[in-house]
């Protein structure tokens, strides 16, 4: 009997986040399975389903006739509500059995303010919240995804992280617990047997002594277990698995599209971009296998749109031969392509060509500084002169609304820069009114995004503090009072969240007990502004004896020991520690097609980058 | 590109049941796009900037509510048995959605007039006799008033020429009826309005409402086809 009597999917708003049946979502037979997992998204099923790492991890534990892989996204207020007054657990969506029925429990770890999400979808499957709570080797609670890379902040919560890609070692754990679960091991003999796993870290069996001023001290390793863990990656894009199946949601999600994974990794090396780290070293895939696997995607799905995804999809280095690819074939079959993530530095005549032959919207380009000063500090090697060019190809063909993303608080900002943004916004829109072959009538929308800079673990401005709140509301007004047209849209996320992403992002085990007091205290979907409650968050802070401050506005020196130092990401301290050096003297770094900087990712890879 | 005199109309009768009644309107559109579109059958899309697969719905269902009866309209570009649209259709559709027959479409859906109905519900804490009275006492009526809300705003009707009810049965707690009710685009009368009117009559709500369309007919009552 499945634990979700049906009559309740007729009381919540889109009862069809909770009634699975999706195209290609997978049943098995909980009978004919020796290992039941949960892959819980701790977030709304709409943003949950968009994630492509969950589609490709769903599909391949699915591949495997011993494990059955269900979906499970945290509900909505509405939902939530109706589950605890009937006292009804938390449930996967294949089979509508509650999550604490599972062998084992993942949770992908996409962004900070997910980890309340995670609390609360445990404690709704009725599952203690805390690793230590838990005895048995069932309901066993693994992590994994770019957050992991520092997972302290939720090591309290999780048994076992995997920090790094999970295409290896998932299965690899998957199998360990088959073995544990048939030979009838203690959770205790698991995890001793797990840590052995490259790329597998158990924070109990690893302990973190703090100095006295609340730095790390040292960590002591226990039983089996070793420090640091090195992240895992997938040495060869193109012989990985990668599903030819996405299940199909009915309603609209974020994005609700075929994606098409170019390449891991990032050349650029932009200071502040945690992803342009976690991800090194560079990998492409080729452009026929990829052709192929999007074709096998869009006949799978039907879906009418394809996208390209990558951090910077214009340097991919076969973009071109991949485009002339499937355009042979989107057209006539009618399906669009989509191609985000390009760069302002490269985005080619040709390139807009192809791209503006099936669709044409607003364009999206990341300057991330408004001065040149600036983006020399971030290592963000576009110019004025590129941003403006790029601006002039897309008007040129046509676009009249281009959105512009920028950072505020970056290190050594000064309010030049910051007034440089909106004065960069307004130099594209003069550079739209001063063409003589502007489409006519039509009047130019340039939008800034301006997000609060979060400092991140494993890049350069790790040591970096961020800007206090009030700083980052004043740079808020500065650009305000610097904006003169109203063809610019100026928008800017709340410092209030960032602030708080920047202690979770950088925190020890000692934020533990600060979000758990959160989350009790009724914090959950905090990335959601109309459920975020920043005044909830300083009370568990205040109440917990942490301040925030410790965690977001101090400068960390080098040598400091960082709580993500429990990991080898494969980029050497010393790279960082030269990076921020250059940061501050405005000296970038050429990108690792040019020239290869050392950073030493491609250890894990076992050879060089680029020859 | 598709010539634009050249297609062939070709409508097709399906089934909604299940957990696939929790697929609000715009979401089943969405899904028959993309599954017409897995089974590779040769579809006119429509011309323009942005060409689309041509699919029209003769009359939205509820969200909630099951049916044996519902029908889209699409085209193809070269003749195909209907035998074998409603194979391949049945393939590549997502579970509790299922083709039942194909053919040349015979009425506008423009005609539709009427819809039947199977509607169950629970009514916990309500006596068997006095639920029965409560519900004849309403329906019997002269008038049964009800407000209606429509694109401009709500408006009360009278909704008792519109529908026509079998008698109200109970079974093992649970109450059965079956509905005939005006439907189509001059005035559509939702099931749910009949348990709105009932509320207002007897400030009752009847709870676990189940509802299937089981038949569309046009004014004369010729099934819609």
Redesign the interface.
Known sequence: MPAIP??I??LVQK??RY?????NSVVKNKNDVSVRFAFCFPDLYEVGMSHLGMKILYSLLNNDPEVWCERVFAPDIDMEKILRERKLPLFALESRDSVGDFDMIGFTLQYELSYTGILNMLDLAGIPVRSEDRCELKNLVVAGGPCSCNPEPIADFIDLFMPGEGEEVLPEVVNLYKTAKKEGWSKKQYLCEAAKIKGVYVPSLIDVVYNGDGTVKEFVPKETAVVPVQKRIIKDLDGVFYPDKFV?P???IVHDRSQLELMRGCIRGCRFCQAGFIYRPVRDKHFETLSKNAHDLC??????ELSLTSLSTSDYSELEPLLDDLLEWTPKE?VNLAVPSLRVDNFSESLLQKITKVRKTGLTFAPEAGTQRMRDVINKNVTEEEIMNTCRTAFEGGYTAVKLYFMIGLPTETDDDVRGIVETAQRVVDLYYYMPNKPKGKAVQVTCSVASFVPKPFTPFQFEPQDTREELHRKQEVMRSALHSRKINLDWHDAETSYLEAVLARGDRKIGKVIETAWRKGCNLDSWDEHFKFDTWMEAFAECGVEPEFYANRTRSYDEIMPWDIFDYGVSKNFIVNENKKAHESVTTPNCRQKCSGCGANCLKGGRCFE | MNDMTNFIDVRLFYTKT???K???HL??M??F??????S?IDFW?TEGFH???YLTFALPLS??YESVAESVDFRLVAPMPYEEIVRRINA?L???FKAIAAGKPKMDAKKIRFADYDISFAAEGKDVEQMLADWYRCFDREEVPVVKKTKSGEKEINIRPHIKLSKLENKEGRYFFRARLASGVELNINPDLLFAAFDNFAGFRPE??SVRRTAVYNEKMEKFR
């Not at chain 1, 009634?19 to 195209?23: Q, R």
């Open positions: 049906e009559n999917l007729s009862p069809a009634c699975g049946g999706e195209l199909v009915f309603i609209d006949d799978s799905t039907g879906y009418e009618h | 299940g957990s696939a929790y697929i609000s979401d089943v969405r899904a796009q993309r599954a017409l579109k897995r590779k899309y060409p689309h697969l969200l909630g590549v997502p579970v509790g676990d409402i």
